[in-house]
């Protein structure tokens, strides 16, 4: 971080590391078309397919099995759309969970006025999909693919994916996972997690924006999205991002020798950050999987607060977090994943740390919160209050 500001949105971006970004600015100067076989050309795909080797490796899976987009929503994108136009003939039902990442909603409404349909399965109050319903719909007959989110970017949940895979592959339906919050977070190994796709986003770990990944199955067609040439094996058209895709594989190779340490040092950062507000903010309420979920996240709504007066407040202080669903573009409406968990009408806030991130920092916010949020309750109260006593003349007083 660049200034004294406490950052506790990692979930949402996360900073660039300063090994990822020598590695981008190095790249800026690798200019030919990697599918030009003149030095320049050469040149260039040396560098993208051996980033497509190393991320593969950090995968387990093969590099020709790696497709590089420009995100986390493009790349679930290619997996949904790419997919079920690839074998439309086979059925046109696809199945999600209920609090998948706006991403994943966005394109199935796109297929929907396709004729495509999109059934969502209901989750528990913690977020975990019900399995038995999920059997039950994926077992439906022209059901041709299931996407179910890793972990959720809000609450952190971490979903039951290798059941998942197993269920889908004994019913003979393809299975995508979006792996963005976990991708650098947690192992990832495609074949033990027997996902046919799977989608991870560069900035969630510490590289670029506008640099992604699909892991795609051998054996798995997938239309390109968007189409027009033969990049990327004609899954995905358009010159790849080079300084992104160096920048994004020197972040994920890093975050993944850091990994077992990290994700001890972050689960505990949350664990105080759950901690303290459980026991300090009044009438807040913790959200999420106790025990299942990714080690950076914890979520906390407060009900009856304003989001967006609360997140200003705590940003004049230096304190940088989310409000509401990721990509919603509004902070002060209520969460629709706190919705689907059975918690209607109420604005999220999920907290998220990271590399940068310490105790002293974690410890600062919760110094501050709990006489932010009393204060500013007892501001909306008293304006509830005064609301009351004015009264518009009814029909009644214009007599």
């Known amino acids: 971080m660049t200034d004294d500001s406490t950052y506790l949105d990692y979930a949402s971006s996360t900073p660039l590391r300063d090994a990822a970004r020598t590695a981008a600015q190095a790249a800026l100067d690798t200019f030919g078309d990697p599918l030009r076989i003149h030095g320049a050309g050469r040149t260039a795909r040396t560098l993208l397919e051996g980033a497509r080797a190393a991320i593969a490796e950090g995968l387990g899976a093969q590099p020709d099995e790696i497709v590089f987009t420009s995100g986390g929503t493009e790349s679930v994108s290619l997996a949904i759309w790419g997919t079920v136009r690839a074998i439309r003939e086979l059925g046109t039902r696809i199945v999600v969970g209920g609090v998948e990442h706006p991403a994943v909603y966005g394109v199935g409404h796109a297929l929907e006025t396709d004729g495509f349909e999109v059934v969502r399965v209901r989750v528990d109050d913690t977020g975990r999909v019900d399995l038995d319903e999920f059997a039950s719909q994926v077992r439906v007959p022209g059901t041709v693919l299931a996407s179910l989110q890793h972990a959720n970017h809000e609450i952190g949940t971490i979903q039951p994916i290798g059941e998942a895979a197993r269920i889908c592959r004994e019913a003979k339906v393809l299975f995508h996972t979006d792996a963005c919050q976990t991708a650098g977070r947690l192992p990832l190994d495609v074949s033990r997690l027997d996902v046919d796709l799977l989608s991870l986003s560069a900035h969630k770990f510490g590289g ?73 903010v009044p009438h807040a309420a913790l ?49 629709p994943v706190l919705e689907a968990i059975g918690v209607p009408g109420t604005p999220s806030f999920p907290l998220s740390v990271g590399f940068d991130t310490t105790e002293a920092s974690v410890d600062a916010l919760l110094e501050v919160l709990p006489g932010l949020v009393s204060q500013l309750q007892g501001v909306e109260a008293t304006s509830s209050e005064a609301l009351g006593r004015f009264r518009v003349p009814g029909d009644a007083d214009r007599g």
Do not use: Q
């Open 208 to 280: 670029p924006a506008g640099a992604g990944v699909l892991f795609v199955r051998r054996g798995v067609g997938v239309a390109a999205y968007p189409c027009g040439d033969d990049r990327e094996r004609k899954r995905r058209a358009g010159m790849e991002n080079l300084p992104g895709v160096a920048g994004m594989t020197v972040a994920f190779t890093t975050a993944l020798k850091e990994l077992g340490d990290e994700a001890a040092r972050l689960w505990a950062l949350t664990e105080r950050l759950g901690s303290g507000i459980a026991e300090r």
């Open 287 to 335: 959200h999420g999987h106790r025990t299942h979920r990714v080690p950076h996240i914890a979520c906390f709504s407060v009900v009856g607060l304003d989001p967006e007066t609360l997140m200003m407040a705590l940003d004049d202080r230096g304190f940088r977090i989310g409000g509401g669903s990721l990509c919603s573009g509004a902070p002060g409406e209520p969460s």
